[in-house]
Antibody, heavy 121, light 107 residues
Framework: QVQLVQSGTEVKKPGASVKIACKAE????????MHWVRQARGQGLEWMGW????????RYSQKVQGRVTITRDTSASTVYMAVTSLRYEDTAVYYC??????????????WGQGTTVIVSS | ETTVTQSPAFVSATPGDTVSISCKAS??????LNWYQQKPGEVPVFIIQ???TPVPGIPPRFSGSGFGTDFTLTIFNIEPEDAAYYFC?????????FGQGTKVEIK
């Protein structure tokens, strides 16, 4: 069964960093790219970035570029997203979501369960 | 960046109604648009790919149409279980962008 299992809730102070994990199960990890998307409470979805899991190439939204880094560990079938210099407005549920393709993007098909990140002093 | 404008933000329907949701892209994206359904407290579910192709396992009452800049998700004979938040995603170019979402309420 294809599934993405994300790490647990994080509570961080403003200015801190967080690293979220997304473990892929049930499929060939390097055949599909991965996205990160976030959703603040009561808000819409915001695309943050993408990684070609095979090559390691990444793309980021301009809004988070410079604060977000997406990496992968192929031996662990896991993708990570690190966010630095956290702000109150980074409080959201963060989803990893598998792309339907390994290279060119066709959008997401399978989503992780979400990781809540709370930025609070 | 391709902006996607989704409307309406909210729709209230009675079981058996037909509901239509629109997404308009700020530039031509061919048919590079997907639709998703998200029920409260759940993760998004992929329902329509490439603007008009249903994802396997999705009920046939969900239908997508459009090409270029104008797209529509139509739910025929809507059922109570279809109460959810629906959103579109353009994947023609990076950065990927989402519509603002539509909340569908069933009376």
């Amino acid at each position: 069964q294809v599934q993405l299992v994300q790490s647990g809730t994080e509570v961080k102070k403003p200015g801190a960093s967080v690293k979220i994990a997304c473990k892929a199960e049930g499929y060939s990890f390097t055949n599909y790219a991965m996205h990160w998307v976030r959703q603040a409470r009561g808000q819409g979805l915001e695309w943050m970035g993408w990684i070609n899991v095979d090559s390691g190439n990444t793309r980021y939204s301009q809004k988070v570029q410079g604060r977000v880094t997406i990496t992968r560990d192929t031996s662990a079938s896991t993708v990570y997203m690190a966010v630095t210099s956290l702000r109150y407005e980074d409080t959201a549920v963060y989803y990893c979501a598998r792309d339907r393709n390994g290279g060119l993007t066709y959008g997401m098909d399978v989503w992780g369960q979400g990781t809540t990140v709370i930025v609070s002093s | 960046e391709t902006t996607v404008t989704q409307s309406p933000a909210f729709v209230s329907a009675t079981p058996g109604d037909t509901v239509s949701i629109s997404c308009k892209a700020s530039q031509d994206i061919d048919d590079d648009l997907n639709w998703y359904q998200q029920k409260p407290g759940e993760v998004p579910v992929f329902i329509i790919q490439e603007a008009h192709t249903p994802v396997p396992g999705i009920p046939p009452r969900f239908s997508g149409s459009g090409f270029g800049t104008d797209f529509t998700l139509t739910i025929f004979n809507i059922e109570p279980e279809d109460a959810a938040y629906y959103f579109c995603l353009q994947h023609d170019k990076f950065p990927l962008t989402f519509g603002q979402g539509t909340k569908v309420e069933i009376k």
